[in-house]
């Protein structure tokens, strides 16, 4: 089983339950961009449990429909998988006939757009997430298909030229950052990490049109310039507070410039659980010396902090929510989901990303 069919097995664990019904599986492949259905397409069904199993795999007739026989349902997860021109396309198993879209390709980004850019900061830690939601609005998948991408290309802050937590494939091409995963028509997400330039300026030019810029730092007392975005002030959370900036309607090529303190001895930073650390250190030395000074026998000291557990998972839980909201975007933009289904279902999975982005903002 190749390394791509892992990853996009994965990717639905969770989001679909549905068993073959009656060990028959039937449906096309409609290519969206010519509104016809696709012959000559090979699809595959694919049963997820230990490991991702291909049970079955047709080639669509000149009416783009494929069919499977003998699929009985175990409980499994089950999805059909098809590549189309070069990209891989997915669609929820459902018990009735299945229709998969597929499109043509184009090496315009004319279509691309960033619905939301979040930006959390960790000035205590040194670290920077940037959560993309990126719509493609055309009717054709975006891909590059030479050089050094094949999707995105996002460029980096000044001074960084390493990320680390993104999705495979993700790399970095100078200060360019490229996810090799084509751009389909409607919503999807780049989830990634860097540090903080020593500088402890975050001067980013904008890739894509973006609608909105949503900045948030903490501990909320650090020493932030801003820039054209505004300051909304101190957030709550359950453990730490953090510090919201905002910004609207960004176009290709303008800045996103934040100048942030992180100097050792400022008062936001020794405030930190990081800064409180040391000024514990430095007390204890302190304290040693003078009861050598003074010749006096004695032994002070402090309970060690547990270390965090648990953050690999609930980072791992937010990209899922992540991969939730854009796919249940991408169904209500066709026409799949009733508009007050997918309000309901999208609000509580926003209510839930919020919150754990708290508690990262807590934990990290």
């Avoid at 892992?6 to 060990?23: D, E, K, Q, T």
């Avoid at 490991?51 to 000149?62: K, L, M, N, W, Y």
């Avoid at 402890?200 to 820039?227: I, M, N």
């Amino acid at each position: 089983m190749s390394i791509r069919l892992r990853c996009f097995a994965f990717v639905l664990i969770g989001l679909s339950h549905a068993i073959p019904a009656n060990g028959l599986v039937v449906g096309r492949v409609i290519n969206e961009t010519l509104s016809s259905p696709q012959n000559d397409c090979v699809v595959l069904l694919v049963r997820q449990a230990a490991e991702p199993e291909i049970v079955g795999q047709d080639t669509t007739d000149s009416h783009g429909r494929f069919s499977f026989r003998d699929a009985g349902g175990d409980g499994a997860l089950w999805f059909l998988f098809a590549s189309y021109a070069g990209v891989n396309y997915h669609q929820r198993l459902s018990d009735g006939p299945n229709e998969i879209a597929v499109y043509e390709t184009t090496g315009s980004d004319t279509a691309l757009s960033v619905v939301s850019h979040h930006i959390i900061v960790d000035a205590a830690e040194k670290r920077i997430e940037q959560i993309l939601i990126v719509k493609n609005s055309g009717n054709r998948t975006f891909r590059t298909g030479g050089g050094h991408g094949h999707g995105l290309e996002i460029l980096l802050p000044d001074g960084v030229t390493e990320v680390r937590d993104g999705p495979q494939g993700l790399h970095t091409h100078g200060k360019i950052l490229v996810n090799p995963d084509p751009v389909r028509p409607g919503h999807s997400q780049l989830l990634f990490a860097f540090d903080l330039p020593a500088s402890g300026r975050l001067a980013q030019t904008v890739s894509y049109p973006t609608k909105s810029v949503e900045v948030f730092v903490r501990p909320a007392d650090v020493d932030v310039t801003a820039g054209a975005l505004q300051d909304r002030g101190e957030v709550p959370g359950e453990q730490h507070s953090f510090r919201r900036f905002s910004g609207a309607g960004f176009n290709r090529g303008d800045r996103i410039d934040l100048e942030i303190n992180t100097s050792p001895w400022s008062f936001s930073t020794l405030s930190s659980d990081i800064g409180i650390r040391w000024v514990l250190i430095g007390l204890a030395i302190a304290f040693a010396l003078l009861a050598i000074f003074f010749r006096s026998a004695g032994k002070t000291g402090s309970p060690a902090r547990a270390p965090v557990d648990g953050a690999p998972d609930l980072r791992a839980r937010r990209t899922a929510l992540m991969h939730q909201i854009a796919d249940l975007d991408d169904r209500h933009e066709k026409g799949r989901i009733p508009e007050e289904e997918y309000r309901t279902r999208r609000n509580a999975l926003k209510a839930e990303l919020v919150e754990m982005t708290r508690v990262l903002d807590g934990e990290a």
